[in-house]
């Protein structure tokens, strides 16, 4: 199965067999607000705090994604699951109740790529039917868990990127449906020295330019060999820094490249600056917009690359720089 240096080419494809969005108010109000299966108006969610409103929304992700396969909690062998928060709290006290085998991941806003990946690779590899994929970011919580306290009002640069409040849900399996994941190419860490946490989209572009050119060879592909290439979360400063870079590679995807940062959120009406960013930028984009066009042959190939900014508070105080990571997952209709 394995392909090239850094991917794999599933023989017997796995399947996404359904999935769930769930979204805040802001971006409920933006361009893919009729997308998401359930918009919350109450950016608390009926919690008392942000991490439990994160929890809450994950939560109820995985419910809509079962409930849309008419699968119960028990039926899942496996779930992938992570947030931005220390020790992947969002997650744990999310998805406690369904008490189904956990691996806790961190891959920044490339978790719904990271969690895709082991999804597909467990299902492929025989270790289980069904396997839930699922990860969140909250605006409040990221916040707070990243910058300052929201009270504190400080001033963003417009190179930084609005975190988005949602989350995504995937259920992967055996039986047959109209997406499958006929591929991955495993991201490696790739670090430009950079270190403005208020830039992520230039502190991530290189890994994202670094992993769709790694797929193009791995999989002996040119750019017109799929319909879209998606990247997670650049947003506009992080797009132009990626379109240069392929640029410098011989490699020219403007004509198919897309962003979920970009595309979240309107710019000119909705104060977010650079776009979108988030471990649910990418997660409920990809549920709500992308899998449905896949779904219905609009888009036959579609190479999704949730991008992701390594640090943290601690990382971010010592001074050290800010290395990015991508992973591609290869989604075919069928």
């Known amino acids: 199965m394995m392909t090239g240096k850094q991917s794999i080419a599933f023989p017997h494809a796995p399947y996404v067999l359904g999935s769930g969005s769930v979204a805040g108010k802001k971006e409920g109000e933006g361009p893919l607000g009729k997308y998401f299966d359930a918009v919350c108006e109450e950016p608390l969610f009926g919690e008392d705090t942000w991490e439990a409103a994160e929890s809450a929304l994950q939560r109820q992700a995985c419910v809509l994604a079962l409930g849309k396969t008419h699968r119960k909690p028990e039926e899942v062998r496996f779930l992938f699951g992570g947030d931005l928060l220390r020790q992947g709290t969002a997650t744990s006290l999310g998805v406690e109740n369904f008490q189904i085998p956990l691996f806790g991941l961190y891959g920044a806003c490339s978790t719904s790529g990271e969690a895709l990946a082991l999804a597909a690779m467990s299902v492929a590899a025989g270790y289980g039917e069904n396997v839930l994929a699922v990860t969140s970011s909250h605006f409040a919580s990221a916040e707070k868990e990243f910058r300052f306290p929201l009270n504190y009002a400080s001033q963003r640069p417009l190179s930084a990127q609005w975190t988005v409040t949602g989350a995504g849900a995937f259920l992967v399996g055996k039986e047959p449906a109209h997406v499958k994941i006929t591929g991955i190419t495993v991201g490696k860490i790739v670090d430009y020295g950079l270190k403005d946490s208020q830039n992520m989209g230039a502190c991530m572009a290189p890994a994202a330019c670094d992993t769709i050119a790694r797929n193009l060879e791995d999989f002996e592909r040119d750019p017109e060999d799929y319909s879209r290439i998606i990247t997670g979360d650049?947003?506009?400063?992080?797009?132009?820094?990626?379109?240069?870079?392929?640029?410098?590679?011989?490699?020219?995807?403007?004509?198919?490249?897309?962003?979920?940062?970009?595309?979240?959120?309107?710019?000119?009406?909705?104060?977010?600056?650079?776009?979108?960013?988030?471990?649910?930028?990418?997660?409920?984009?990809?549920?709500?917009?992308?899998?449905?066009?896949?779904?219905?042959?609009?888009?036959?190939?579609?190479?999704?690359?949730?991008?992701?900014?390594?640090?943290?508070?601690?990382?971010?105080?010592?001074?050290?720089?800010?290395?990015?990571?991508?992973?591609?997952?290869v989604l075919e209709h069928c």
Request: glycine content about 14%; proline content about 3%; hydrophobic content about 40%.
């Open 234 to 329: 650049l947003g506009y400063v992080g797009q132009s820094i990626l379109l240069d870079l392929m640029d410098e590679k011989g490699l020219d995807i403007r004509a198919k490249h897309m962003d979920c940062g970009i595309l979240i959120f309107d710019q000119q009406t909705q104060d977010t600056h650079a776009g979108g960013s988030g471990c649910g930028c990418a997660a409920v984009t990809l549920a709500s917009y992308i899998l449905p066009k896949v779904e219905k042959g609009e888009w036959e190939r579609v190479l999704f690359v949730p991008t992701g900014a390594l640090m943290s508070t601690v990382s971010f105080n010592e001074g050290a720089s800010v290395p990015g990571i991508a992973h591609g997952i």
